[in-house]
Structure formats: C-alpha cells, structure tokens
C-alpha cells in the first residue's frame, strides 16, 4: 500500500494522481480543483496552528491515496478513443486484407482456402477493433488489484482447454494469441510486489517461469513462451530501474538476468536427438541454402525483393512455391506486386504505431 507520508510536496501528489486518469484534457483541469481543496485545506490547518510544511502534509494525508484518487477521477471522466493509434491500426488491417484478396484474384481462380482465410480475417478485424475501443472504456486497473487471481486464471484456463483442444500442425490451437494475456496481467503483478525488496523480484521471476512451462508443454514454437518470457524479463528490469522494489539496481538485474545461461545450458541438454537435428539443418541450411526447402524460400524472397521496382505496379511477378505468401511473405508480395516504396511505407506505419507505444509506455509514471 503506497504511504501517504512519501509525499510533502504538492506537485509530487498532483503528478501521480493525475499520471492515473487517461483523459489527458481533462488532467490539467482536475489538478487545479485538487490543488486549490489541498491549498484551502493547508491554510485551515496554519489557522488551527500547524506550521507550513505539518499542515501540507497533513492535508495531503486528508485528500487520500493519489492513486485511488486518480483512479476514481478516471472512473469520471472517461478517456476518448486515441484515433491516431486507432485509425494507423485499422489502416494496417485493411492493407493486409485488400493484399489477400489481391494475391486470390491474381491466381486467375479463386482459390476457397484463401477465400476462407479472408472471411476469417475480416472476423477477426471487426473482434480486434471492437475489443480495442472497449478497451478505453474498461476499468483496467482491476488487474492492479487482483493481479494473482487473474493469473491463476489463465492458467486453469490453458488447463482446462488441454484436454478438449485441437492440435494442428503439432500445437493447440489458439493458445499462442492467449498466451499474450499474460504479458498486462504481469504489470500486475510486478506492481503487487513493489517496495518489496530482492523478495519481490524472486517473486516476480518464479511466477513468469512457471508461466511458460505450462505454457510450453502446448505451444510448440519456442519464438512464443521466449517471447513471453524475454517481455517479462524487460518489464521487470524497466520496473526496477524506476526503483519500484526499492533494491540495488545491479544486484536486482543480475538476479533477472543472470539465470539465464543456466537455463539455457539445461534446456540444451535436455534436447531430444530431433531437436538436435533440427538444429543441425537449420545450420546448413544458412551455410548451404541452395540445398533445402527453405533456403529455396530464402532465395525467392531475395529474387522477388532484388527485382522490385523503385514505384509502380508489377503484373508479372511471380511468388513461386512460397507456401506462405498470402500471410508470412504478405510483405514480400507488396515489395514485388506495388514497389520498394510501397513496402517502405507499410513499414514506416508499423515502426510509428510501435514506437508511440512505447512512448506512451515510458511517460506512464506509477509508484
């Protein structure tokens, strides 16, 4: 619970309240309302006899916790849909859909995977949207509160779907888009933990671990539980560089990070003798690409991309056995089909759309 005695300055109390509530408009209005109640209050209290610096704290522990403060006037005013984000978004998704129905006309018959592929995709792009701007009007800080529930929860979920899943092309599906639930949840529960020393970073750690073993016996890709685990591991370290744990920041990081060697070495030696191969191609498959399907895949992605024009649109190129051209070499196809400019450009939204993200991300300030 965040002690009301940490703050004996004004602006500090303001800043983090103000920090909760999303309307960014109505932040500076809000400020100033609290900000006269705290001066009104501090002036009662020089009256009753207090000195200066008593009496603002005091009437600071009067006006409650800044971020419940926050919070309950966030619940009030109601933040706006970011429309720069969200148009960038919906312009994005469109881009990748008329790009399939694109790739399934220049096949000269319509092919009814791709056909099918599309529908679901619009599905899936109407679902996003709507939960996106649902997300501006949801009171997220309940996973502030009941981080650990919520936790727990996604992993009965991810055991209760087991049994009953199907498998395709050797992984459950859906899980690899549930899994990414954990990654909020875990600000949770880093901020459950917070102020509590090496113990809560430990803490942290063990439920991310646990996390991705279960997470792992479902998901076959090894890019999704170490894309869990590496986001996790950062948020953690960005958490206690903003000294949330209140511990040495070089003896926290290397609690974080310096597992991992030993991971890695156990989980190398653990390897079955298909995983063994498996490595061993991918190897030579880099070393001699000429040789393996996917030195073939290689090889197309650089011809179709070494031959694109600067600008203008190409009717002759040819994807040729790309069995991923409609969604893992969509990109590749935008090169060849619209020009290096047009593949630029879709690569430039997603770099903005990214990067002001993380901007957003590295201005929220919380204690």
């Not at 109390?13 to 705290?38: N, P």
Request: net charge positive.
């Amino acid at each position: 619970m965040l002690l009301l005695t940490d703050f004996d300055k004004k602006e500090d109390y303001l800043e983090l309240m103000t920090c909760q509530i999303r309307c960014k408009k109505a932040r500076d209005m809000i400020a100033e309302e609290i900000s006269q109640h705290i001066d009104d209050q501090k002036e009662s209290y020089i009256n009753e006899g207090f000195d200066k610096d008593t009496a603002l704290i005091t009437a600071l522990k009067q006006m409650g916790d800044p971020l419940e403060v926050g919070k309950q006037m966030d619940k009030i005013h109601k933040p706006r849909l970011e429309w720069k984000v969200s148009l960038t978004a919906l312009i994005l998704c469109l881009v990748g859909i008329l790009v399939q129905i694109h790739i399934n006309k220049s096949l000269g018959a319509i092919n009814p995977v791709l056909e099918m592929n599309i529908k679901k995709q619009i599905v899936y792009l109407i679902t996003g949207l709507l939960l996106m701007m649902a997300g501006y009007l949801v009171d997220y800080s309940i996973i502030g509160k009941y981080p650990k529930v919520i936790w727990s929860l996604l992993i009965i979920g991810i055991l209760i779907y087991a049994p009953f899943g199907n498998w395709i092309n050797g992984q459950m599906a859906y899980l690899n888009a549930y899994s990414c639930l954990f990654i909020p949840v875990y600000g949770g529960i880093m901020f459950a933990y917070r102020k509590k020393g090496y113990v809560g970073i430990i803490k942290c750690l063990l439920f991310s671990i646990f996390a991705c073993v279960i997470i792992s016996e479902f998901i076959v890709p090894l890019s999704v539980y170490l894309g869990l685990i590496f986001s996790n591991l950062i948020m953690l370290s960005a958490a206690v560089k903003k000294n949330w744990f209140g511990a040495s920041k070089g003896k926290a990081m290397a609690i974080i990070w310096g597992w991992i060697p030993i991971a890695g070495l156990i989980r190398i030696l653990s390897f079955s003798q298909y995983q063994v191969e498996g490595i061993r191609n991918k190897i030579d498959t880099m070393i001699r690409p000429e040789l393996y399907e996917r030195g073939y895949q290689m090889n197309e992605v650089r011809k179709i991309i070494g031959n694109s024009r600067l600008f203008g649109f190409d009717p002759d190129i040819s994807m040729g056995f790309l069995s991923g051209y409609n969604n893992d070499y969509i990109l590749t196809y935008i090169f060849g089909r619209w020009g290096i400019a047009a593949g630029v450009f879709i690569i430039i939204l997603f770099i903005t759309l990214i990067v002001h993200m993380i901007c957003v991300s590295m201005h929220q300030k919380i204690h």
